[in-house]
Structure formats: structure tokens, C-alpha cells
């Protein structure tokens, strides 16, 4: 058990650097959406599951569908409609 502590800890190490250091915008939401993944097994190893339900539902949920929506509202993410129209103007 303390192995796979240390493991998921050493994961929400990884995830939070590389968060900060990815370039792409939308790999950096599905990252941060891994480490709140990663934060509610931590509560639950810490026997809180109200705590884990909050990070699951507000982490990785509310909170990445919102970056989500601002990253389509910015024009980070192409839809497959101006993908096809992008591509028939070249």
C-alpha cells in the first residue's frame, strides 16, 4: 500500500510540473483534469470521501468543463466544421 501512496503522490508531482510547462492549452486542461482524478484518490486514501467527491466533481468536472468552454470560446479549439472550411480555403 505505501508503494502505491508514493506512486500516486510522485504522479500529482509530475502532473502539476507538467501542467505548468506544457505548451498546448488543451493538454494543460487534460493534465489538470488527471491531477484532480489523482487528488480524489488521495482523499479517499486519507478516508475523506466528502473531500473526494468535491475534487472529482468540482475538479475534475465543473472546473475542466469550463476551461473547456473558454479554451472553444478563444478559438484554442477548432470544431471539425472550421477544420473542413480551413482546410477547402488552402
Same mark, same amino acid.
Not at 26 to 37: E, F, N, T
Not at 46 to 75: C, N, R, W, Y
Given at each position: 500500500?505505501?508503494?502505491?501512496?508514493?506512486?500516486?503522490?510522485?504522479?500529482? &508531482?509530475?502532473? /502539476?510540473?507538467?501542467? +505548468?510547462?506544457?505548451? @498546448? !492549452? $488543451?493538454?494543460?486542461?487534460?493534465?489538470?483534469?488527471?491531477?484532480?482524478?489523482?487528488?480524489?484518490?488521495?482523499?479517499?486514501?486519507?478516508?475523506?470521501?466528502?473531500?473526494? &467527491?468535491?475534487? /472529482?466533481?468540482?475538479? +475534475?468536472?465543473?472546473? @475542466? !468543463? $469550463?476551461?473547456?468552454?473558454?479554451?472553444?470560446?478563444?478559438?484554442?479549439?477548432?470544431?471539425?466544421?472550421?477544420?473542413?472550411?480551413?482546410?477547402?480555403?488552402?
Amino acid at each position: 500500500m505505501n508503494v502505491f501512496i508514493i506512486m500516486i503522490l510522485g504522479f500529482l &508531482v509530475v502532473c /502539476a510540473v507538467a501542467t +505548468a510547462l506544457t505548451k @498546448s !492549452l $488543451l493538454a494543460s486542461v487534460v493534465i489538470y483534469m488527471a491531477y484532480s482524478v489523482l487528488m480524489c484518490i488521495v482523499w479517499m486514501l486519507l478516508q475523506s470521501p466528502d473531500l473526494a &467527491v468535491t475534487e /472529482a466533481a468540482v475538479g +475534475a468536472g465543473v472546473t @475542466s !468543463l $469550463l476551461f473547456f468552454i473558454t479554451l472553444k470560446k478563444i478559438h484554442a479549439i477548432r470544431g471539425d466544421e472550421e477544420e473542413d472550411h480551413h482546410h477547402e480555403e488552402k
